[in-house]
């Protein structure tokens, strides 16, 4: 089956630092990828997709089929980027219905002033 | 537009108990899915619809959980008995096919808290 890893609970960084969160799937297949975040209060949001290959607000996140990340940038974090961070993975399933997301645990990201 | 609407926003309930939860998805939105997150952990998937039919209920605990779309458009969700590992936000999102991307869109949540 399908897992996606976050390793990191909690990341914390002052505000100008670079960011990056990781994260890790295992599927032995091409899945989709992508990053949902949800802000204080918010309710969840799609951030960016690996198809897209976009920067989303100054994030970007690369696929990398051989180490299985994507792990999501930033190269300066700005204040109002603290907010809960999820790597989802999609698999479309036989007959292409079924592509319900799998997700980590997610990153609470804290960008201290 | 209108986004993903669910009711009620919160519910308390002793253990044993029944409970529902309401989802309205976007309109036109023909694809539903229910989304169990519990405390600490990402949201895990456990029905989706497209229109009136179960197209994925493989994580769905079907002794306790059921789940319903009977015109395609509202759906239901309803633990009976509800136990204490139920406790955990319930998420309804939606999605469109003629959406190249089919971007999943995230209702605000139904809070359980069981007792």
């Known amino acids: 089956a399908q897992r996606v890893t976050q390793p990191e609970k909690l990341l914390s960084v002052f505000k100008g630092a670079p960011v990056e969160l990781k994260c890790n799937y295992s599927?032995?297949?091409?899945?989709?990828l992508f990053w949902y975040v949800q802000y204080s209060r918010q309710r969840l949001q799609l951030l960016l997709r690996?198809?897209s290959r976009e920067s989303i607000k100054g994030f970007t996140a690369d696929l990398n089929k051989g180490e299985t990340s994507f792990h999501l940038k930033k190269p300066f974090a700005q204040e109002e980027d603290s907010a809960m961070y999820y790597c989802?993975?999609?698999?479309?399933?036989?007959?292409?219905?079924?592509?319900?997301?799998?997700f980590g645990k997610g990153t609470h990201l804290i960008i201290q002033p | 537009e209108a986004g993903v609407a669910q009711s009620p926003r919160y519910k308390i309930i002793e253990k044993r108990q029944s409970v529902a939860f309401w989802c309205n998805p976007i309109s036109g939105h023909a694809t539903l899915y229910w989304y169990q997150q519990i405390l600490g952990q990402g949201p895990k998937l456990l029905i989706q619809f497209q229109n009136n039919g179960v197209v994925d209920d493989s994580q769905l605990p079907k002794d306790r959980f059921s789940a319903e779309r009977l015109k395609g458009v509202d759906s239901t969700l309803k633990i009976q008995p509800a136990e204490l590992e139920d406790s955990a936000v319930y998420l309804c999102?939606?999605?469109?096919?003629?959406?190249?991307?089919?971007?999943?869109?995230f209702g605000p949540g139904t809070r359980l808290l069981v007792l």
């Open positions: 690996h198809i």
């Open positions: 599927y032995s297949g091409s899945p989709e």
């Open positions: 999102a939606s999605s469109s096919r003629s959406d190249r991307q089919e971007t999943q869109y």
């Open positions: 989802a993975l999609k698999i479309v399933g036989p007959g292409g219905g079924a592509d319900g997301l799998t």
